[in-house]
T-cell receptor
Framework: AQSVTQLDSQVPVFEEAPVELRCNYS??????LFWYVQYPNQGLQLLLK??????LVESINGFEAEFNKSQTSFHLRKPSVHISDTAEYFC???????????FGKGTMLLVSP | GAGVSQSPSNKVTEKGKDVELRCDPI?????LYWYRQRLGQGLEFLIY????????KSGLPSDRFSAERTGESVSTLTIQRTQQEDSAVYLC????????????FGSGTRLTVV
Protein backbone atom coordinates (compact mmCIF):
# COMPACT_ATOMS: atom_id res chain seq x y z
CA ALA A 1 0.00 0.00 0.00
CA GLN A 2 1.10 3.54 -0.56
CA SER A 3 0.30 6.74 1.31
CA VAL A 4 1.08 10.44 1.17
CA THR A 5 1.48 12.79 4.11
CA GLN A 6 1.23 16.54 3.81
CA LEU A 7 1.83 17.70 7.35
CA ASP A 8 0.84 21.33 6.83
CA SER A 9 -2.82 22.00 6.12
CA GLN A 10 -2.14 25.73 5.68
CA VAL A 11 0.99 27.75 4.97
CA PRO A 12 0.65 31.54 5.22
CA VAL A 13 3.46 33.59 3.66
CA PHE A 14 4.08 37.13 2.53
CA GLU A 15 4.53 37.99 -1.12
CA GLU A 16 8.10 37.58 -2.41
CA ALA A 17 9.03 35.30 0.48
CA PRO A 18 10.31 31.75 -0.14
CA VAL A 19 8.07 28.79 0.60
CA GLU A 20 8.40 25.04 1.04
CA LEU A 21 5.40 22.70 1.04
CA ARG A 22 6.26 19.36 2.55
CA CYS A 23 5.32 15.96 1.19
CA ASN A 24 6.36 12.55 2.44
CA TYR A 25 5.27 9.25 0.98
CA SER A 26 5.43 5.59 1.82
CA UNK A 27 5.69 2.88 -0.79
CA UNK A 28 7.41 -0.45 -1.02
CA UNK A 29 8.23 -0.15 -4.71
CA UNK A 30 9.45 2.42 -7.21
CA UNK A 31 7.25 5.48 -7.39
CA UNK A 32 6.15 8.28 -9.61
CA LEU A 33 5.53 11.56 -7.75
CA PHE A 34 3.31 14.47 -8.66
CA TRP A 35 2.27 17.89 -7.44
CA TYR A 36 -1.13 19.23 -8.43
CA VAL A 37 -2.48 22.75 -7.86
CA GLN A 38 -6.09 23.77 -7.38
CA TYR A 39 -6.77 27.48 -7.73
CA PRO A 40 -9.95 28.86 -6.11
CA ASN A 41 -13.06 27.56 -7.85
CA GLN A 42 -11.05 25.65 -10.44
CA GLY A 43 -10.16 22.02 -11.10
CA LEU A 44 -6.84 20.36 -10.31
CA GLN A 45 -3.94 21.00 -12.66
CA LEU A 46 -0.71 19.08 -12.90
CA LEU A 47 2.13 21.31 -11.67
CA LEU A 48 5.12 18.99 -12.03
CA LYS A 49 6.09 15.34 -11.83
CA UNK A 50 9.02 13.06 -11.12
CA UNK A 51 9.26 9.85 -13.12
CA UNK A 52 12.97 9.04 -13.25
CA UNK A 53 16.33 10.64 -13.93
CA UNK A 54 17.19 14.01 -12.39
CA UNK A 55 15.80 14.24 -8.88
CA LEU A 56 15.09 17.97 -9.27
CA VAL A 57 12.06 18.83 -11.40
CA GLU A 58 10.74 22.26 -12.25
CA SER A 59 7.45 23.81 -13.36
CA ILE A 60 7.00 26.64 -15.82
CA ASN A 61 5.92 29.09 -13.10
CA GLY A 62 8.99 28.86 -10.88
CA PHE A 63 8.14 25.96 -8.58
CA GLU A 64 10.54 23.08 -8.13
CA ALA A 65 10.48 19.80 -6.24
CA GLU A 66 13.23 17.41 -5.30
CA PHE A 67 12.83 13.67 -4.98
CA ASN A 68 14.73 12.38 -1.97
CA LYS A 69 14.56 8.60 -1.86
CA SER A 70 16.35 8.18 1.46
CA GLN A 71 13.95 10.56 3.18
CA THR A 72 10.95 9.45 1.07
CA SER A 73 10.14 13.09 0.41
CA PHE A 74 9.10 15.26 -2.52
CA HIS A 75 8.93 18.78 -1.08
CA LEU A 76 7.75 21.65 -3.27
CA ARG A 77 9.62 24.95 -3.16
CA LYS A 78 9.53 28.39 -4.67
CA PRO A 79 12.13 31.08 -3.92
CA SER A 80 9.71 34.02 -4.23
CA VAL A 81 5.92 33.63 -4.20
CA HIS A 82 3.27 35.84 -5.79
CA ILE A 83 -0.26 36.62 -4.70
CA SER A 84 -1.42 34.54 -7.67
CA ASP A 85 0.20 31.43 -6.18
CA THR A 86 -2.55 31.33 -3.56
CA ALA A 87 -4.10 27.89 -4.07
CA GLU A 88 -4.32 24.41 -2.63
CA TYR A 89 -1.45 22.10 -3.47
CA PHE A 90 -1.76 18.32 -3.53
CA CYS A 91 1.08 15.82 -3.54
CA UNK A 92 0.38 12.43 -5.13
CA UNK A 93 2.17 9.13 -5.65
CA UNK A 94 1.68 6.14 -7.89
CA UNK A 95 3.62 2.92 -8.10
CA UNK A 96 5.40 2.33 -11.35
CA UNK A 97 3.31 -0.05 -13.37
CA UNK A 98 0.10 0.81 -11.52
CA UNK A 99 -1.91 3.84 -12.42
CA UNK A 100 -4.06 4.93 -9.54
CA UNK A 101 -2.74 8.03 -7.80
CA UNK A 102 -2.87 8.32 -4.03
CA PHE A 103 -3.23 11.92 -2.92
CA GLY A 104 -2.30 13.77 0.23
CA LYS A 105 -4.86 15.90 2.05
CA GLY A 106 -3.53 19.08 0.49
CA THR A 107 -1.78 22.22 1.71
CA MET A 108 -3.43 25.59 1.34
CA LEU A 109 -0.85 28.23 0.40
CA LEU A 110 -2.03 31.69 1.42
CA VAL A 111 0.05 34.54 0.02
CA SER A 112 -0.61 38.00 1.41
CA PRO A 113 0.81 41.40 0.44
CA GLY B 1 -12.82 17.39 -26.66
CA ALA B 2 -10.12 19.73 -25.43
CA GLY B 3 -10.53 18.81 -21.79
CA VAL B 4 -12.37 16.55 -19.40
CA SER B 5 -15.98 17.66 -19.19
CA GLN B 6 -18.22 16.94 -16.20
CA SER B 7 -21.92 17.58 -15.77
CA PRO B 8 -23.75 18.90 -13.96
CA SER B 9 -21.35 21.34 -12.31
CA ASN B 10 -23.64 21.59 -9.29
CA LYS B 11 -26.34 19.27 -8.02
CA VAL B 12 -28.57 19.65 -4.99
CA THR B 13 -30.64 16.62 -4.14
CA GLU B 14 -32.84 15.42 -1.33
CA LYS B 15 -31.67 12.66 0.96
CA GLY B 16 -32.78 9.29 -0.38
CA LYS B 17 -32.88 10.29 -4.05
CA ASP B 18 -30.65 8.78 -6.73
CA VAL B 19 -28.19 10.96 -8.68
CA GLU B 20 -26.20 10.41 -11.84
CA LEU B 21 -22.99 12.26 -12.60
CA ARG B 22 -21.44 12.34 -16.05
CA CYS B 23 -17.84 12.52 -17.24
CA ASP B 24 -16.69 12.99 -20.82
CA PRO B 25 -12.94 12.26 -21.01
CA ILE B 26 -10.38 13.58 -23.44
CA UNK B 27 -10.69 11.78 -26.76
CA UNK B 28 -8.17 8.95 -26.99
CA UNK B 29 -7.58 8.69 -23.25
CA UNK B 30 -7.93 5.04 -22.35
CA UNK B 31 -7.91 5.46 -18.57
CA LEU B 32 -10.68 7.17 -16.60
CA TYR B 33 -10.83 7.75 -12.86
CA TRP B 34 -13.40 8.98 -10.36
CA TYR B 35 -12.35 10.64 -7.11
CA ARG B 36 -14.29 12.27 -4.30
CA GLN B 37 -13.16 15.40 -2.46
CA ARG B 38 -14.97 16.09 0.78
CA LEU B 39 -14.58 19.39 2.57
CA GLY B 40 -11.18 19.61 4.26
CA GLN B 41 -10.13 16.20 2.96
CA GLY B 42 -7.82 14.97 0.26
CA LEU B 43 -8.91 13.18 -2.85
CA GLU B 44 -10.46 9.80 -2.22
CA PHE B 45 -10.16 7.25 -5.03
CA LEU B 46 -13.46 5.68 -6.07
CA ILE B 47 -13.10 3.72 -9.31
CA TYR B 48 -10.79 3.31 -12.30
CA UNK B 49 -11.49 2.19 -15.87
CA UNK B 50 -8.77 1.11 -18.28
CA UNK B 51 -9.90 0.38 -21.82
CA UNK B 52 -12.11 -2.69 -21.93
CA UNK B 53 -10.63 -4.28 -18.81
CA UNK B 54 -12.72 -4.92 -15.73
CA UNK B 55 -12.83 -1.73 -13.64
CA UNK B 56 -11.01 -1.37 -10.33
CA LYS B 57 -13.89 -0.71 -7.93
CA SER B 58 -11.85 -1.01 -4.76
CA GLY B 59 -12.50 2.60 -3.69
CA LEU B 60 -16.29 2.61 -3.86
CA PRO B 61 -17.47 3.31 -0.28
CA SER B 62 -20.68 1.28 -0.40
CA ASP B 63 -22.93 -0.67 -2.74
CA ARG B 64 -24.98 2.50 -3.25
CA PHE B 65 -22.18 3.69 -5.53
CA SER B 66 -21.73 2.33 -9.04
CA ALA B 67 -20.15 3.51 -12.26
CA GLU B 68 -20.20 2.53 -15.89
CA ARG B 69 -18.15 3.34 -18.91
CA THR B 70 -18.85 2.34 -22.48
CA GLY B 71 -15.60 1.56 -24.28
CA GLU B 72 -13.27 4.53 -24.01
CA SER B 73 -15.96 7.18 -23.91
CA VAL B 74 -18.38 8.69 -21.43
CA SER B 75 -18.65 7.44 -17.87
CA THR B 76 -21.50 7.84 -15.42
CA LEU B 77 -21.24 7.61 -11.64
CA THR B 78 -24.51 6.73 -9.94
CA ILE B 79 -25.25 7.19 -6.26
CA GLN B 80 -28.44 5.52 -5.05
CA ARG B 81 -30.39 6.56 -1.97
CA THR B 82 -28.10 9.52 -1.32
CA GLN B 83 -27.06 10.36 2.23
CA GLN B 84 -25.77 13.64 3.64
CA GLU B 85 -22.26 12.20 3.95
CA ASP B 86 -22.24 11.82 0.16
CA SER B 87 -22.02 15.61 -0.14
CA ALA B 88 -18.70 16.32 -1.85
CA VAL B 89 -17.08 17.38 -5.08
CA TYR B 90 -16.86 14.41 -7.43
CA LEU B 91 -13.89 14.66 -9.73
CA CYS B 92 -13.30 12.77 -12.93
CA UNK B 93 -9.89 12.48 -14.59
CA UNK B 94 -8.51 10.77 -17.65
CA UNK B 95 -5.06 9.86 -18.87
CA UNK B 96 -3.68 8.48 -22.12
CA UNK B 97 -2.09 5.52 -20.44
CA UNK B 98 -1.44 4.15 -16.99
CA UNK B 99 1.12 5.25 -14.45
CA UNK B 100 3.53 7.92 -15.54
CA UNK B 101 1.42 10.40 -17.42
CA UNK B 102 -0.50 12.02 -14.63
CA UNK B 103 -4.13 12.89 -14.95
CA UNK B 104 -6.17 15.64 -16.59
CA PHE B 105 -8.99 16.52 -14.24
CA GLY B 106 -12.43 17.87 -14.97
CA SER B 107 -13.83 20.78 -12.96
CA GLY B 108 -15.93 18.45 -10.86
CA THR B 109 -19.55 18.11 -9.83
CA ARG B 110 -20.42 19.64 -6.47
CA LEU B 111 -23.07 17.40 -4.91
CA THR B 112 -25.08 18.66 -1.96
CA VAL B 113 -27.49 16.30 -0.23
CA VAL B 114 -30.09 18.10 1.88
Amino acid sequence: AQSVTQLDSQVPVFEEAPVELRCNYSSSVSVYLFWYVQYPNQGLQLLLKYLSGSTLVESINGFEAEFNKSQTSFHLRKPSVHISDTAEYFCAVSNSGYSTLTFGKGTMLLVSP
Amino acid sequence: GAGVSQSPSNKVTEKGKDVELRCDPISGHTALYWYRQRLGQGLEFLIYFQGNSAPDKSGLPSDRFSAERTGESVSTLTIQRTQQEDSAVYLCASSPRTGAYGYTFGSGTRLTVV
